[in-house]
């Protein structure tokens, strides 16, 4: 088990999974204390890093892409003090820092987790029912229904036309960008292919004016784009049919049997090998074989 206790929050591993925990310190964004606790498995990593500051460090998670709804919607445009997969670390906790990364590593290393996009979320996104309110508006999800209510700062051309009602099945896609400069953000939810006009007269966007709070937007695009279909998913597909590399449709051919146990055996004697070579101590070698054989 190998833990990091800050003032932004804890992470944990435990061989299998990254909890992280956000801080109870009145810096802690919005965004980190809405979200509450996060389990990242650690087939949704693609690596971990430790940038070591002059005064302080940054411990940061890279998520595999299209693993995390949440990490897709923001496109990497979180702040970092918004970013749940960072966690600023003290110059004298530095050592406990790079342990963490080290027992990260060896795990993705000894389980050859894959580092490429998935076609699924791995992560389930915010939980249900949500609603936050920031910039122009008010928005929430419940799962079949998203609701845009307007505040007193709200285009009146807008606001005029009442409270937005979408289905979830309408909705073609979620944006959020946050402001940039002279520049407002937005959430917009996507509805058909036409041109959509600027946020402060979108009647499915709430306009964002650089606020605090305005991270929090994110969160409710996160949970409606877990519950859209994943944009790596291969094309559905009749049943007993699957894809050739054309993009027809051909009969299924029936999987060899016993590919999956053979190389699970080939993994342990790799395992023993290893360790015999002394590159595997104990330790490690007892947990990578723990876990090979859970898949047996």
């Known amino acids: 088990m190998a833990e990091i206790i800050q003032r932004d929050g804890t992470w944990t591993f435990d061989g299998d999974t990254v909890r992280i ?12 204390k809405s979200l509450g606790e996060v389990a990242v498995p650690l087939g949704a990593l693609a690596g971990i890093t430790f940038e070591q500051g002059r005064r302080s460090g940054r411990l940061r998670l890279r998520l595999r892409e299209g693993a995390d709804p949440l990490a897709r919607v923001a496109g990497g445009k979180l702040d970092d ?27 993705l290393l000894l389980d050859e987790v894959d580092s490429g996009p998935t076609d699924r979320y791995l992560l389930p996104g915010p ?6 309110g920031a910039g122009d508006g008010t928005a929430s999800f419940d799962g079949e229904l998203i609701r845009l209510e307007w505040n007193w700062k709200t285009e009146e051309s807008k ?3 009442g409270m937005t009602t979408l289905a979830i099945g309408d909705v073609d896609g979620v944006e959020w960008r946050p402001s940039a400069g002279m520049e407002n953000g937005f959430l917009r939810f996507v509805v058909g292919r036409g041109n959509s006009p600027a946020p402060k007269y979108d009647p499915h966007s709430v306009e964002l004016y650089g606020f605090r709070k305005d991270p929090l937007m994110a969160l409710v695009a996160a949970a409606v784009v877990a519950r859209l279909p994943h944009p790596n998913a291969a094309p559905a597909t009749a049943p007993g049919l699957t894809k050739a590399p054309d993009g027809a449709d051909v009969p299924a051919q029936p999987a060899a049997g016993g590919d999956d146990h053979d ?7 790799e395992l023993g090998e290893l360790h015999q070579a002394g590159i595997l101590t104990e330790e490690e070698f007892t947990t990578a074989k723990q876990a090979v054989l859970k898949r047996l």
């Open 263 to 269: 190389a699970l055996l080939r993994r342990l004697r």
């Open 127 to 132: 939980s249900l029912p949500i609603t936050m």
């Open 159 to 161: 606001s005029s036309r």
């Open 21 to 32: 925990v956000p801080g109870s310190d009145k810096r802690v964004s919005p965004l980190r």
């Open 81 to 107: 003090g918004s970013d749940p997969y960072q966690l600023s670390v003290d110059s004298d906790r530095t050592g406990v820092a790079e342990y963490f990364v080290d027992e990260v590593r060896n795990a």
